[in-house]
């Protein structure tokens, strides 16, 4: 069992950053590919980003590319989501997820989920 919970969310102006954090309890997270998915309201849950056990591989969905920064820190059991260049359409609540296998944490379907955290972009 790995219980994950985010922090880091908050209300930011457009072009603003923030810095998400996934700390990852009950098993070690190296164990776990680990990705963050998105939900704004009325619509489904998207992928935006993950990343390997190893940290030496990340993903990212287009909308988000070159703005985004997934990385890990398996020594502290946490992974983080750097958000650049933040706009309006980035509000929406960030999950983290995890899973043994990387692709069942792309497609949505990882076994590990938190609760997720609120941003907010305004405009």
């Known amino acids: 069992q790995v219980q994950l919970v985010e922090s880091g969310g908050g209300l930011v102006q457009a072009g603003g950053s923030l810095r998400l954090s996934c700390a990852a309890s009950?098993?070690?997270?190296?164990?776990?590919?680990m990705g963050w998915f998105r939900q704004a309201p009325g619509k489904e849950r998207d992928f935006v980003a993950a990343?390997?056990?190893?940290?030496?591989?990340?993903y990212y969905a287009d909308s988000v590319k070159g703005r985004f920064t997934i990385s890990r820190d398996n020594a502290k059991n946490t992974v983080y989501l750097q958000m650049n260049s933040l706009k309006p359409e980035d509000t929406a609540v960030y999950y983290c997820?995890?899973?043994?296998?990387?692709?069942?944490?792309?497609?949505?379907?990882?076994?590990?989920w938190g609760q997720g955290t609120q941003v907010t972009v305004s405009s």
């Open positions: 997820v995890a899973d043994p296998n990387l692709s069942a944490v792309t497609s949505g379907r990882g076994d590990y």
């Open positions: 990343i390997t056990r190893s940290g030496a591989t990340t």
């Open positions: 009950g098993r070690t997270v190296s164990s776990y590919g």
